[in-house]
């Protein structure tokens, strides 16, 4: 038996046993102060809101919601001051809020609705499309950029690798959108901080790539099965943690780009080894 052989056996055999984890999130119900990781004032360290020089940033995730009544988080580029509340997350001097988006479920009755769309939420505002179905899993994309007029565009892909119109949801905002950094800058995962402990994630959150580019649909899906294999991928990579663990969220990008949780609160250990969810699907560049 060769040695080349004996080599290969050994790589599927590791590839066929490789564990793969995430962030279990409990939902609202469960959680009294705040469940959320952040990054803290990432516009210094390379990730403004739409990029550098507007050039765009791109956001990839795995997502497994479990229904909740309310709202939910996957994540928000906003304020997070760590005081808590909505005053200081409406901190524009007409009392509004400026320079944040999030991709996340939206209730179909608000504030209170147990049945959700998908929706970019931005200019507070919600805009939404496609229903979420519950109890499996979606493989996410959000992609925003400032365009040459300085309007903002978001692009949120809910189920790669669908990319029709009823499997996106598209917001162009006005050039008067986004251009102050709110007073504490942070990208916040897992819930939200101006209502902590009421929009909790509900299920699980893993497959984390963040980009400092607008990647286009092919290199999304390419980065997606493989991470850092297209060209613009390799020089945009920002921060990569695809098997998150509640003692693990280090960047694995070699970027440096590390979050902190918030709070002593931390979701449980997903595992693939040890849970009856579904595996994440396997995206390949078509």
């Known amino acids: 038996m060769s040695k080349l052989f004996i080599l290969l056996m050994f790589v599927f055999a590791f590839d066929a046993n490789a564990q793969e984890t995430g962030l279990d999130f409990p939902g609202s119900s469960s959680v009294s102060s705040t469940m959320r990781f952040k990054f803290s004032d990432p516009h210094t360290n390379g990730l403004p809101i739409y990029g550098p020089s507007g050039r765009g940033v791109t956001y990839i995730w795995q997502a497994y919601p479990r229904q909740q009544s309310g709202y939910y988080t996957a994540f928000f580029w906003g304020n997070d001051d760590g005081q808590n509340n909505l005053n200081t997350f409406l901190w524009t001097s007409n009392g509004g809020a400026d320079s944040y988006y999030g991709a996340h479920p939206y209730p179909q009755s608000p504030p209170q609705g147990s049945t959700h769309f998908w929706e970019v939420s931005v200019e507070q505002n919600d805009y939404v499309n496609g229903i979420v179905e519950y109890n499996r899993w979606h493989t996410q994309a959000l992609r925003v950029w400032e365009d040459s007029s300085g309007q903002k565009h978001h ?18 905002s006005p050039s008067s959108w986004g251009n102050v950094n709110p007073p504490a800058p942070a990208l916040t995962w897992g819930d939200a901080p101006w209502a902590p402990g009421n929009e909790v994630w509900n299920g699980v959150l893993r497959g ?11 290199d999304i899906l390419s980065e997606i099965d493989s991470p850092m294999s297209t060209t613009s991928g390799a020089n945009s990579i920002w921060y990569l943690n695809t098997d998150p663990t509640p003692n693990d969220i280090g960047d694995k990008s070699g970027q440096g780009n590390n979050p902190t949780w918030v709070g002593s609160a931390r979701p449980a250990l997903w595992s693939s080894a040890s849970s009856s969810i579904p595996k994440p699907p396997t995206i390949v560049d078509p």
């Open 208 to 218: 984390i790539q963040i980009y400092s580019d607008s990647l286009s649909l092919p």
């Open 155 to 172: 692009e949120f892909y809910w189920d790669l690798p669908n990319t029709d119109a009823a499997h996106r949801v598209i917001r162009t």
